[in-house]
């Protein structure tokens, strides 16, 4: 159980296209998810916080104008990442959050490893 | 400041040896601790969680440690295998902080035959 899936897996891109990835729980419902970034040999950062029909909630320093997300349902949480420069390629993960008592888990999807050209 | 510090940043061990990584963390207030093994390319995946109250925890070959008073952890890998080569994190969890976790950096382990 608790099984969260990205799609794609990986795609390349020319510059200035935007590039939609989206974030599914498999199994179970998720009124959070998180969008994350990582550069190689470095941990994962917080970009927003996603809640299921509202705005998402974004890092200081990450542009919610490049970085649209969507979370339109318990189940679906999408990040498109809009006019896309080289600097954007990256290995982007998301996770989708189960609170169970006071312990809340982040279950995280296998990334999109994004290249911009 | 909320941080996770890990050592070593990296360690090389050959196949079948046991190894030990580090986890300190200033974290208040402290829910729960969690070790990931993330693989190249790929999501982390969780491996053990303890929570304050908890100072062991074991899944199959991995046995992870808690001292709630120091605020270390650790994480004992027995009997490497090849397929243990990885990326190791230690993520800590605050109370009421909307899900939000502390990520160390990570401690990148190889494997050798």
């Known amino acids: 159980g608790a099984v969260v899936s990205q799609h794609p897996s990986w795609v390349i891109c020319k510059s200035g296209t935007s590039v939609k990835i989206e974030c599914r729980s498999l199994d179970f419902q998720a009124t959070t998810m998180f969008w994350y970034r990582q550069f190689p040999k470095q941990s994962l950062m917080l970009m927003a916080t996603?809640?299921?029909?509202?705005?998402?909630?974004?890092e200081q320093g990450v542009e919610k104008d490049k970085f649209l997300i969507n979370h339109a349902s318990l189940t679906l949480s999408t990040l498109t990442v809009t006019s896309a420069h080289p600097e954007d390629s990256s290995f982007y993960i998301c996770s989708a959050m189960v609170a169970s008592g006071t312990i809340e888990t982040q279950y995280f999807g296998p990334g999109t490893r994004l290249l911009v050209l | 400041k909320n941080q996770v510090e890990q050592s070593p940043q990296s360690l090389i061990i050959l196949e079948g040896k046991n190894c030990t990584l580090q986890c300190n963390y200033t974290v208040s207030p402290f829910s729960n601790l969690r070790w990931y093994k993330q693989d190249t390319g790929r999501g982390p995946v969780s491996l053990t969680i303890m929570t304050f109250s908890e100072n062991t925890k074991s899944n199959g070959r991995y046995t992870a440690t808690l001292d709630a008073d120091t605020k270390q952890s650790s994480l004992h890998i027995t009997a490497s295998q090849l397929s243990d080569s990885a990326s190791y994190i230690c993520v800590v969890s605050r109370y009421n902080q909307g899900g939000k976790l502390i990520f160390g950096q990570g401690t990148e382990l190889s494997v050798k035959p």
């Open positions: 996603s809640n299921e029909g509202s705005k998402a909630t974004y």
